[in-house]
């Protein structure tokens, strides 16, 4: 859960989550779209999806047991590097360096790495470096205290050395040198995704479609739209896109909100539209499932963040144009 998102957002779903799925036991028996549920307006649902995979098949393959072994539990769905490091040490205390953005800023300032930390072989360094600093005795103590050292006091921004416990181990601090390391690298520009979508009304119901299962938002639901092509207004590409992906004619009635919605690599401007059906029978081409359903329905299905942004205004539509 805690896979870039901070702990006070995690928090917020953290308890549901437990006392819904208190064990893996429960957690493998549950549907996925349960689960979604549960993890709903978090983001990053690839987590969830790998989450639910890699509790079947503790449960299936691994007696219902946690492998307490680095290459066994690095093979669960979901798992890298740093998380195996990080399960392995903080659960079992196996001397496993972790190697997370605040212990990569620490290690960078204590051995004064001046380049960028982004290249394979600074990336290589900074591994050989934190396995040579690792308390191999307490090694799930070490990495707690180095992520702790890195969230706390060896801030990103001005660091606060005089309350730093090893002030005489950091060169970067004996030259002077803490407010410039890390090098930071200049972001890439984030582009923005003009889509349209539009909520088709039929006898009191509305259609929803689900997203395959795998990539991003997948297994969730949504209304169907797409990207608005150059040359086309949103209503149009609306039309298009509704076409397109479930074979439906629809007619535009009234736009219902633009909404703004930021992804990590990306951001979304989705223009909502409120459509007549025309004609046509569904026949999905993208989606991996769809369901007319009823406004009070709603609550039942998980739906990314943007969807929700707009969902209260469906709220009271449920009459058919
Ligand atoms: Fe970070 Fe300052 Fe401590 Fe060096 S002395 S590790 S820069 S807090």
């Given at each position: 859960m805690l896979q870039q998102t901070q702990v006070k957002k995690v928090l917020e779903y953290y308890q549901e989550f437990i006392r819904r799925f208190p064990n893996i036991q429960r957690l493998a028996k549950a549907d996925l779209q349960e689960v979604l549920k549960a993890w709903e307006?978090?983001?990053?649902y690839a987590r969830a999806r790998n989450l639910h995979k890699a509790a079947r098949m503790i449960v299936q393959e691994m007696n219902g047991e946690i492998p307490v072994d680095y290459a066994r539990f690095h093979k669960?769905?979901?798992?890298g590097d740093y998380i195996a490091a990080a399960v392995q040490s903080?659960?079992?205390?196996?001397p496993f360096p972790v190697l997370d953005g605040n212990v990569k800023r620490v290690i960078s300032r204590l051995f004064l790495?001046?380049?960028?930390?982004?290249?394979p072989t600074v990336a290589r360094s900074l591994k050989v470096r934190t396995s040579e600093l690792?308390?191999?005795?307490r090694p799930g103590l070490f990495n707690q205290a180095m992520m702790e050292l890195g969230a706390?006091?060896?801030?990103?921004?001005?660091?606060?050395c005089r309350a730093c416990p090893v002030p005489s181990l950091c060169q970067a601090y004996q030259k002077g040198r803490q407010n410039h390391i890390p090098m930071i690298t200049k972001a890439k520009p984030v582009p923005t995704h003009h889509i349209a979508c539009g909520v088709i009304f039929k006898d009191n119901q509305i259609l929803i479609t689900q997203r395959n299962?795998?990539?991003?938002?997948?297994g969730l639901w949504e209304f169907p739209g797409g990207k608005v092509r150059p040359g086309e207004t949103p209503e149009q590409a609306c039309v298009r896109e509704v076409k397109e992906e479930v074979n439906l004619s629809v007619e535009i009635v009234e736009p219902l909100t633009r909404v703004k919605h930021a992804y990590t690599h990306f951001r979304i401007v989705l223009d909502v539209f409120r459509c007549r059906y025309h004609s046509g029978e569904v026949a999905l081409r993208g989606p991996a499932d769809y369901r007319w359903i009823r406004?009070?329905?709603?609550?039942?299905y998980p739906f990314p963040g943007a969807t929700h942004k707009f969902i209260p205004l469906l709220v009271g539509q449920g009459r058919p144009d």
């Open positions: 307006k978090m983001g990053y669960l769905p979901g798992v903080l659960a079992f205390d196996k790495i001046e380049s960028s930390l982004n290249t690792l308390d191999r005795d706390v006091v060896c801030r990103p921004r001005k660091p606060i299962s795998s990539g991003l938002l997948g406004i009070n329905e709603i609550d039942k």
